[in-house]
């Protein structure tokens, strides 16, 4: 089992920046992989950026050159670096782990987009 516990979100105007946060209960070098994924209003769940325990990262396309993944091994904790933010990134995100065959997720943390 593995629990995970956002932080971060808000509200940002327009082409502002965010920092998420997403902190594991156990070592994040025992998990395979780590995600962000988002949900807005009546959308289905999205990928936005996903990194391997070997470093790999891979983004959606609406999010690439704005948004980066980084994970600190230390801190047993991942992060969603959102720069230029657009009313549309305004969504629900949540943490996600692939573990031991597995996937859990964190409660979501908002975030909202607007002047």
């Known amino acids: 089992q593995v629990q995970l516990v956002e932080s971060g979100g808000g509200l940002v105007q327009p082409g502002g920046s965010l920092r998420l946060s997403c902190t594991t209960s156990?070592?994040?070098?025992?998990?395979?992989?780590m995600a962000w994924y988002r949900q807005a209003p009546g959308n289905q769940r999205e990928l936005v950026a996903a990194i391997t325990r070997g470093g790999s990262s891979n983004y959606a396309d609406s999010v690439k050159g704005r948004f980066t993944i980084s994970r600190d091994n230390a801190k047993n904790t991942v992060y969603l670096q959102m720069n230029s933010l657009k009313p549309e990134d305004t969504a629900v995100y949540y943490c996600n782990a692939d573990f031991s065959g597995s996937s859990h997720w964190g409660q979501g943390t908002q975030v909202t987009v607007s002047s």
């Open positions: 156990r070592s994040i070098r025992s998990i395979y992989a």
